[in-house]
């Protein structure tokens, strides 16, 4: 899972950067130029001067608009693999999150039914000491139990669980952080600064825009 992420982080940077450079104004011009050229060399000298004008004009602006049009779709693909890749490396990192399941279905049931006998109704910084001593290795029903279903071992109630709460919410959020791989918040980091730059922002919005090319658009 973590590969296919990272290809597609890559496969969007290479997206852009192609864009970026296709849709400069130099880029832009040299490939309305080599239609042209195509054009001039087929009608040039068949077709009254006047006429081979106005038809050239518009073939030019026909051109220029399948051109644009290309680039348009190019960067709402980018957008829309953008949006996908981001919400994908979101639900990677929320299952990462998750304590490890039992595999074995009997010992989760055991383990389950343990701890509630164990830790019913102790107080809330009991069941915190409980999680910060139990790795998620040595009995992840527990810990899972413990991050997801706090309320249902019934906690007595102590004078310090305002401060207990917060303490054992920053524990959680402390080990599920650390749960999730490096590449995976590295991706997820890549693919919120994809469309940031300026340059690009603007190159994006212009086309998804459908106002088309002009000469003087130019990306820097």
């Known amino acids: 899972m973590t590969n296919e ?12 950067a192609e864009l970026h450079v296709a849709a400069s104004s ?12 195509k054009f001039d060399a087929r009608f040039a000298g068949v077709m009254a001067p006047a006429a081979l004008g106005t038809l ?9 608009q399948q051109h644009g049009a290309g680039l348009q779709a190019r960067a709402t693909t ?20 998750r ?25 809330r910084a009991e069941l915190l000491k409980v999680y910060q001593d139990t790795p998620d290795a040595l ?8 991050e997801e279903d706090l309320s249902g071992f019934r906690p007595a109630d102590d004078p310090s669980d305002a401060q ?4 054992f919410a920053h524990a959680i959020r402390a080990r599920q ?33 459908g106002r088309g090319l002009t000469p003087k658009l130019r990306v820097v």
């Open 78 to 97: 980018i957008v829309e693999r953008r949006d996908a890749a981001a919400l994908g490396v979101t639900n990677v990192m929320n299952a990462l999150k």
């Open 177 to 209: 952080d650390a749960r999730i791989p490096t590449e995976i918040k590295d991706a997820q980091a890549r693919v919120a600064k994809l469309l940031k730059p300026i340059a690009v922002a603007h190159l994006i919005d212009h086309l998804r825009s």
């Open 139 to 146: 009995n992840p029903t527990l810990v899972r139990m413990l």
């Open 26 to 37: 130099e880029r832009v011009q040299a490939a309305i130029d080599a239609e042209m050229a």
């Open 5 to 16: 992420i990272t290809k597609e982080v890559v496969a969007l940077e290479e997206m852009v």
């Open 99 to 123: 304590a490890p399941a039992e595999k074995e279905a009997t010992v989760d049931a055991t383990r389950q039914l343990a701890a509630q006998m164990r830790l019913q109704g102790r107080p």
């Open 164 to 167: 207990t709460m917060l303490d």
């Open 56 to 64: 050239r004009q518009e073939h030019e602006e026909n051109v220029r």
